[in-house]
């Protein structure tokens, strides 16, 4: 049995969760988290309003629904079971006629919605520099 260096050690321990390996695991977490749905319904979760202010509340299926323009029922139900199964938002079922279902995000979901709120400020507000230069490249092909 090879015996292990604290040198050996400490490289493993560093490159343990590095997303530039490819075996990483957190490599699935950020394709996870890059998808736009993934930031939209974290935002939503988190209660950015117009003004950009968080006010976080628990949300209906219903709400996040209207809330998410554009999100069909299935891409809308695949994205919150995967964040409820990285642990950032919470799912609570409400006995009542019909069934209430109620989301919320945890505290891991809460750390992840202040990058979340500040990618989907970041394109918000630099979407016209972007056109502009999708623009000025697509005319010079």
């Given at each position: 049995m090879a015996t292990t260096t604290a040198a050996q050690k400490r490289?493993?321990?560093?490159n343990a969760y590095n997303a530039m390996l490819v075996a990483c695991p957190s490599r699935q977490?950020?394709?996870?988290?890059?998808?736009?749905?993934?930031?939209?319904?974290?935002?939503?979760?988190?209660?950015?309003?117009?003004?950009?202010?968080?006010?976080p509340a628990a949300?209906?299926?219903?709400?996040?629904s209207r809330i998410i323009a554009g999100v069909s029922e299935k891409m809308l139900t695949q994205t919150l079971r995967s964040l409820e199964?990285?642990?950032l938002i919470t799912r609570k079922v409400t006995p009542t006629v019909p069934v209430t279902v109620d989301y919320d995000m945890t505290e891991l979901g809460i750390s992840l919605h202040h990058t979340a709120r500040h990618l989907?400020?970041?394109?918000?507000?630099?979407?016209?520099?972007?056109?502009?230069?999708?623009?000025?490249?697509?005319?010079?092909?």
């Open positions: 490289d493993r321990d560093k977490l950020l394709d996870r988290l890059s998808d736009k749905w993934v930031v939209l319904v974290l935002c939503a979760l988190g209660g950015d309003g117009p003004d950009g202010t968080a006010h949300l209906r299926y219903s709400e996040l199964r990285d642990g989907r400020t970041w394109a918000q507000d630099n979407m016209d520099a972007v056109q502009s230069n999708r623009r000025n490249y697509d005319g010079n092909r």
